[in-house]
């Protein structure tokens, strides 16, 4: 025992002495750097890495875990862990959970993200009247006849029926283009949730927040969304308590994630979800239903471990609902089965398959209709065209294999940059998209790499099929990078594999070390992404492999 007080004091002094000094050069570098990125981009290059004193600390946290797990891989056929060991990663967790709320300095120091809560509860409380297109359009109205001083109302938004920006005075030219959708009262109601968000937003973030990619909710999530948003009590008391749901969602997720894989499992979930770089509290913590996606996911894997299926695959289901993209974790199952049919093996549908299948046809049967009654017949067609929109519209946040394949030296934002644009972006943007098609080939030659990589499931239990899905995510898809928070799903597996909890804690300090070292945006989630399709590629192999898993 006193051993184990020792090392938990030592970690806690080593953790403050580097956090002081890298708070300290912060003060120095942050100021030279932001002028030297300032002489050549624009702030928007620049101003995503407004360092904070806490930072360090998610990075030694991830460093130490590294280092923990390391030493159990190395132990794990001779012995089980010891009681320093699992002191010292308990710790790390419990400190972890502080790392995702900023040590509780939040969004600093506010907790609610007015920007994203704006997008989301805005955006499925009048999606009737706005659709896909018309949000920024009918705010930038709105906010015209607001009382106020004209420093408030942007010269440019983004035309979200083309992804490109344009000037105010054309949509303000022609306000009835946005009032003929609402009644009355609905656009009373508009403009009055409108001049409560500009209020309290500062002027520039208020600018800014019309040049955002607007509103992207499934039909099924603009269902829940709205019928939330549209509940009774006052504006802000209501806002207030929508941004609670998604800590009730994250503590029913890692509830699961321990009762279905113990608390080592679990700890190095929250170890990664805690301190990984592109999925830190800043970008939607503190917003409206922003984090069920992740929850039903990793929920979904959890009951699978239970072999409770039939609920596994409604939750997947519902993940999938929600955000489309965690319907991948049933890529795996479903190349599992395809080999199985191949091969004649019988039965090519095992049972567990069958009750995935009825769970998610419970969910698709009922959800799926219901989100068209209350949203329209058109709402999904609409919502995929938006998808395509979004889908040829690269950012620079973006990550994955997608990613990493369009990169091209020459076409980096930093040289394609032009300030005289109205979108300075917009030669980068469309150097990517070119990219992009011209290396398309290789792009499908890796993905058909990372199926061969997985096996086709090697007839491993479908939980680990699930956490292959997961790692699907960044190789097929094209995300922004906070949604890499769902690689947390193989924390759970590090009980059983350690050394893939060693390198997901490792991908968690690289994402700290390019943030620290490289000033361009785009290109260190070039980097990051390469370190994903790492991390996805190892651990497809250790969880592939036929050993059988640790007890």
Known sequence: MRTTLIFIVAALAWIAVVESVIAADNASSRAASSQTVEATQPHALSEYHARQPGDGIKFLIATLATGLLLL???????AGPTRIENAALGLLAIVSVFAWWNFLQFHHPHYIHLADTFHYYIGARYFPELGYSRLYDCTEVANARLPGPRGQIPSSLRDLSTNTIVSSASILAEPERCTKHFSAERWRDFER???????????ARWKRLLLDHGYNGTPFWTLVGGELAAGSGGFWSRVRWLTWIDPLLLLVMW??????FGWRGAAVGVIYWGTCYPGQFDWNGGAFLRQGWLAASVCG????KREHYRAAGFLIAVAGLLRVFP???ALPIGLQVGARALRRQRPWLLPEHRKLLVGAACAIGVLLPASMLANGTSAWADFVRNSRLHLRTPLLNHAGLKTLVAFDPDTRSQMLFDPELTDPLTRWKQARIDQSERRFWLYAAALAGFVVLSRFGANQPVWVLALLGVGAIPIATELTSYYMTVLCGFGLAASRRPVVG???CALAASGWLLAFSWPVYDEHHVLLSAAIVAFVGFATVVLSRKRPLLP
Do not use: I
């Open 255 to 260: 509830g699961c994630a321990g009762w279905a």
């Open 72 to 78: 159990r891989t190395w132990r794990e056929r001779h």
């Open 301 to 304: 894997v959890c009951l699978a």
């Open 502 to 504: 060693a390198a997901l």
């Open 193 to 203: 949730d409108v001049a409560m968000f500009r209020n309290r937003l500062p002027p």
């Open 327 to 329: 319907a991948l974790l």
